[in-house]
Nanobody, 125 residues
């Protein structure tokens, strides 16, 4: 069974930075498509960033230029470097992985099959 475990969340002031990590097990990590999503209280889950099987990233307009998604294949770990954080970024952040045969994904929850438990990010103004 695929397992995804997020870490790195926390509280930070607006303008600050955090780096989220997602450790994957029992998953073809080097060739799989993975992504980060977030969900604020009372709001729908939204896609933040994704990376396809060739390592090509996709970002939502709200984070483009501030966030960077990357993979360390040797460590089977996905990262999300978040800079210039804004209070509207306060949300539970989730790591997700697509079925291993997929070579590209949209920033849509329906494209992802496996999900982590989430890590909370709180940005104060």
């Amino acid at each position: 069974q695929v397992q995804l475990v997020e870490s790195g969340g926390g509280s930070v002031q607006a303008g600050g930075s955090l780096r989220l990590s997602c450790a994957a097990s029992r998953y073809s990590y080097s060739s799989g498509c993975m992504g980060w999503f977030r969900q604020a209280p009372g709001k729908e889950r939204e896609g933040v960033a994704a990376i396809d099987s060739d390592g090509i990233p996709t970002y939502s307009d709200s984070v483009k230029g501030r966030f960077t998604i990357s993979k360390d294949n040797a460590k089977a770990t996905l990262y999300l470097q978040m800079n210039s954080l804004k209070p509207e970024g306060t949300a539970m952040h989730y790591c997700a992985a697509a079925l291993e045969w997929m070579t590209w994904v949209r920033l849509a929850s329906s494209d992802f099959t496996y999900w982590g438990q989430g890590t909370q990010v709180t940005v104060s103004s």
